[in-house]
């Protein structure tokens, strides 16, 4: 059993007012330094953008904590965390073209969220996945979300979990931050404490998964913005473009 005093946490999974989290990537990762001291690695992982990642990544001489670049990417087939990536994914791509996309850049590709339902893209291929598995290993990626702290139910997590003891793929544990208060709330265990130690967790499949469900105050906030965001697109056209200043502090 591996000794509890050598194992590292990191939560790679959290997002920024650059795609559609609350905090600002500056206001993240003071939140990280002043109030989860127990996080070694993290990664912002925006929804199919690097902008705030990269930024993040430029500051980590400032942080006590390693920062790793990464980004949320939208395939055909799931949401795929790719770890290590400094340059655009293309989205709608199968599942195994964006692993292979991650892959070019020497970087972790990671099935998030594979079992919850309400995120549609994973609905739709949520039977697919139970009745064969093997596209999931197939596909090339490296490790399973088997703990994502912003599911409803948590029944989700225990059939992701379930699931991966056949596959044997590296388990991952995130928090899926949309806010500060979410943050750490899952996480990735792993020997040592360095980016670098984690990285090679991954290729030794040596990563554990752990966390609690967001608290109750952040999913109430979560929820309503997301509801708040969802109206709002009824009262005329947007642009989506991201500003400046939206990165930058």
Known sequence: MQDEQRLGRADFHMHTNVSDGLP???DLLDFVAEHRPDLDVIAITDHDCLEASLWAYDQRSKYPFDIIPGME???AE??????WVTKPIQIGMSLADTAAAVHEQGGIAILAHPFHFYVP????NF???LNNPQMLLDSGIDALETH????????????ARRFNRSLHLSATGSSDAHTLGA??????????RSA??????FVQGTTLAEGEMWPVKEMFVAVATMIQRNLSRYSGPKTHSIQPQEVMP
Not at 152 to 159: D, I, K, Q, S, V
Not at 183 to 192: E, H, L, V
Not at 196 to 201: S, V, W
């Open 148 to 159: 994502n702290a912003s599911t409803f139910l948590p029944a989700n997590n225990r059939l």
């Open 24 to 26: 600002s990537p500056q």
């Open 196 to 201: 670098a130690d984690l990285r090679t967790a």
């Open 183 to 192: 943050i750490g709330s899952g996480r990735t265990r792993f020997p040592g």
């Open 73 to 75: 990417i939208s395939s």
């Open 121 to 124: 893209v994973v609905a739709l």
């Open 127 to 129: 039977r697919r996945y």
């Open 78 to 83: 799931g949401d795929v965390l790719g770890l």
